[in-house]
């Protein structure tokens, strides 16, 4: 049953993520605070969502794999497990980024980011407002401080 290891795969990773669920931080806080340490408490509920967005993923995806394993032939399961699984999963990651950034409105000094803020102005939202205010309160702290350590790439302005 070699087909079957890319369900058992997908449900080793739902079990993980769900498991941050509760015994926190949950996943994608994790990740995020890989890129952002001081990340604002603002969006640590959106993480917690985002967590459970990639748990009914990984569901999804056992469940297709056991469908293709069982019931269609080698080919499907051949395509979907080779390509279009690795597709919806940067889908979702891509996704996941311009909700993130349609949501919060947080932008830092990359291209993309320079992108995101022409087309979703903070000043437009309440979230994005917050955003704003969070990024100048922690840069003030900063200068405050002279401790720079406590800014990610992108965020001395």
């Not at 985002?50 to 293709?68: D, E, P, Q, R, S």
């Not at 102005?121 to 200068?143: F, I, K, M, Q």
């Amino acid at each position: 049953m070699p087909r079957l290891l890319p369900a058992v795969i997908s449900l080793y990773l739902c079990g993980v993520f769900a498991w941050t669920l509760r015994r926190g931080p949950p996943m994608v806080e994790r990740f995020a605070r890989m890129v952002d340490h001081d990340l604002p408490d603002f969006t640590l509920p959106y993480c917690r969502r985002m967590t459970i967005v990639w748990c009914v993923f990984f569901v999804g995806n056992a469940a297709t794999v056991v469908a293709l394993a069982v019931l269609a032939p080698h080919e499907w399961w051949t395509l979907y497990t080779g390509v279009l699984a690795y597709v919806l999963i940067g889908l979702l990651l891509v996704g996941e980024v311009c909700v993130r950034k349609w949501w919060f409105r947080q932008f830092r000094g990359g291209p993309l980011d320079r992108l995101f803020a022409r087309l979703f102005p903070p000043e437009r939202t309440a979230n994005g407002r917050r955003s704003l205010a969070y990024d100048a309160e922690r840069h003030e702290r900063v200068t405050r401080t002279g401790n720079s350590s406590t800014l990610s790439p992108g965020h001395d302005r």
